[in-house]
Structure formats: C-alpha cells, structure tokens
C-alpha cells in the first residue's frame, strides 16, 4: 500500500529565509509525487510534481522539490518564504496512472514578518 | 485548463435531510473522479473513487448507503449525504485526473455544516 509522511506538524521560519517542508513516501513501484497547498477554506493549488526524469522539480511561486530515491523523500524547499506562503502544505503520492492520490497529513507553514 | 466546478462552497442543513454535492469539469472529460473529505487541520482522506457509467468503488469504512455517488456522464459527478447527521459536517472536497502527465486537478471544496 502506498503512504505518504509528512512529519512536522507545522514548519516555523522566518521572512526571507529558506524553509523545507519535509516528505517521505512509501509506495510499491515506481513513485509520482505531489505538492499542493491549501488556504483556509480553500481547495488544493498545485504546486509541483515528479512523475519522472530530474530530481529537482521546479513549481510555481518559486518553489521546489528534489526526489530522492534512496531516502525515498521528497522535501518542498524554497529559497526565500515570504509571509503569503503561510498556509497548509500538502505531500501526496500515487503508484499507477489514473488512481487517487494519497496524502500526507499536511505541514502547517507559518512565515513571521 | 482542466478546471473542476464545485457547487455548492457550503451549505447548512437539518439532521436528517439529505444534501447533493456536485463536481463538474469545465473544460475536459473526467471519466474518473475522487471524493475526498477533510477534517479541521487534518489531511484529506479518499472516501471513494467514481467512474464515468460504473459504480462508485468506496475506501473501506466509508457508508456506501450514506454518501452515494453518481458519475452519470464525463463531466458531472454528485455525492449525496444522505440522512445527514451532525457528525457528517465537514469539508467534501472533488477531483479529477486528466491529460497523459498525470495532472489532478480540485474542485473548491464544499463545506457542509449539518445542525
């Protein structure tokens, strides 16, 4: 069975500072991964995705991604968080075309002024 | 592209009635779609995947007479609560995959408040 673990339930930093936003999976063949992020009230924004080819994955609002197989994890990373990045932040996989995706418990990101 | 229209964003209803949640793709055919349900702060968790003319196939410990859905065409699926209880409020949310680069795209979700 494919799962997805998101293990901080919220990431705290600081305007201006790098943040990480921290993913593992577990699935059965090969994996396709997501990112997507939530607003209060909101449906989901798609951030990025690997399904394959580079390990680091470029998304929108200059975020990204790297896969990396060998400690099957795949940490949404951004150079510079700005305070409208606040928001919950959502790991999710699958393993075969067509079927849904699973998700992390999501990660909570507070950006401070 | 591929947008998902999802109607209504909330609504509140009395225990007992039964209320219709409709998930439309806008601008492409989703044979299939996902219903999911999110809890305050909490992950969205799959109740049941729906196919286009087919049975909805349901996650183990979703009530298949509770929350009925229906794909009946490429571009609508609905999910009905039916005997609504104040335990079933929550945030409902839909979702379809498209295109051969396996996107997923959302609808807005529906909060569903039952008093």
Redesign the interface.
């Known amino acids: 069975a494919q799962s997805v673990a998101q293990p901080e339930d919220q990431v705290n930093v600081a305007e201006g500072n790098p943040l990480t936003v921290k993913c593992t999976y577990s699935v059965s063949g090969n994996p ?1 991964l ?1 990112w ?1 992020v939530q607003y209060p ?4 924004q ?1 951030l990025l ?1 690997y ?1 394959t080819g580079d390990n680091l994955v470029k998304g929108s609002y200059g975020f990204e991604a790297e896969f990396n197989k060998s400690q099957t994890s795949f940490h949404l990373k951004k150079p510079s968080a700005l305070v409208s990045d606040s928001a ?1 932040y ?1 790991c999710a996989v ?1 393993d075969q ?10 990660t ?1 990101l507070s950006v401070s002024s | 592209g591929a947008v998902v229209s999802q109607h209504p964003s909330r609504v509140i209803c009395k225990s007992g009635t039964s209320v219709k949640i409709e998930c439309r793709s806008l601008d492409f055919q989703a044979t299939t779609m996902f219903w999911y349900r999110q809890f305050p702060k909490k992950s969205l968790m799959l109740m049941a995947t729906s196919n286009e003319g087919s049975k909805a196939t349901y996650e183990q410990g979703v009530e298949k007479d509770k929350f009925l859905i229906n794909h009946a065409s490429l571009t609508l699926s609905t999910l009905t609560v039916t005997s609504a209880h104040p335990e079933d409020s929550s945030f409902y949310i839909c979702s379809a995959s498209f295109g051969q680069g396996g996107g997923y795209t959302f609808g807005s979700g529906t909060r569903l408040t039952v008093v």
Request: aromatic content about 24%; proline content about 0%.
């Open positions: 396709y997501f997507y009230n909101r449906g989901l798609f995705k399904i919950l959502f699958r075309a067509g079927t849904a995706l699973i998700f992390g418990k999501g909570t």
